[in-house]
């Protein structure tokens, strides 16, 4: 059973491009959270996506914005990249309840230059 | 959400027990106590998380307060593997994580 996996494993971008990180939950989870974690910091919550809506939402600009397909599987995008958004992103999947655990993928480490 | 406080780092002799240490005085009675930990160069991994009592499985124990406002993590031997930063976790029925700095546990051989 491969847990949460996420593409590309690195990116490096320039100030201004744009970017999709993609991820892919662990077989039988249907909610899936996107996670920033900048260096030497816990991860901070962007948004959660459950029956193909964002269900919550973490103080991020709307530059950051997501999708989930109907397999579950869900992007993250960010516009108009900035210096600042150099970090890891996490994907973390888990069922709707919240005594659940949340199971975390590699992450993808994002360069903005 | 209500806040943890956690030591920034602690040190322990591989192969002894490990006992981390979670402050939680703002605690709500619907908080669930989460940990997880990350290993370097990995996402975070859930460990365990309790309500009330104490609580056991096959990585480590939870030990929780009776006024629940601080709990203990333990580690019953530890070894290098478990070298990572583990975060200690209020959630009161969201389902994001709120994580803080964490404790970065170092293992000596």
């Known amino acids: 059973d491969a847990g949460v996996t996420q593409s590309p494993t690195h990116l490096i971008k320039t100030r201004g491009q744009q970017v999709t990180l993609r991820c892919s939950p662990k077989?039988?989870?249907?909610?899936v959270s996107w996670y920033q974690q900048a260096l030497g910091q816990g991860p901070q919550f962007i948004f959660q996506?459950?029956?193909?809506?964002?269900?919550q939402r973490g103080n991020f600009p709307d530059r950051f914005s997501g999708h989930q397909f109907p397999n579950y599987s869900s992007e993250l995008n960010v516009n108009a990249l900035l210096l600042g958004d150099s970090a890891l992103y996490l994907c973390?999947?888990?069922?709707?309840?919240?005594?659940?655990?949340?199971?975390f993928g590699p992450g993808t480490r994002l360069t903005v230059l | 959400d209500a806040k943890t406080t956690q030591p920034n780092s602690m040190e322990s002799n591989e192969e002894e027990p490990v006992h981390l240490p979670c402050n939680h005085s703002?605690?709500?009675?619907?908080?669930?106590i989460h940990w997880y930990r990350q290993l370097p160069s990995q996402g975070p991994e859930y460990v365990i998380h309790?309500?009330?009592s104490n609580v056991n499985n096959r990585m480590a124990s939870l030990a929780i307060a009776e006024d629940r406002k601080s709990s203990t993590l333990i580690l019953h031997r530890a070894t290098l593997r478990d070298a990572a930063v583990y975060y200690c976790?209020?959630?009161?029925?969201?389902?994001?994580?709120?994580f803080g700095k964490g404790t970065r546990l170092h293992i000596l051989p």
């Open positions: 976790i209020l959630r009161d029925g969201d389902d994001k994580i709120i």
């Open positions: 973390a999947s888990s069922l709707e309840s919240f005594t659940d655990t949340q199971y």
């Open positions: 703002t605690i709500s009675g619907t908080d669930y």
């Open positions: 077989s039988g989870h249907d909610t």
């Open positions: 309790g309500l009330t």
């Open positions: 996506y459950y029956e193909e809506e964002e269900r």
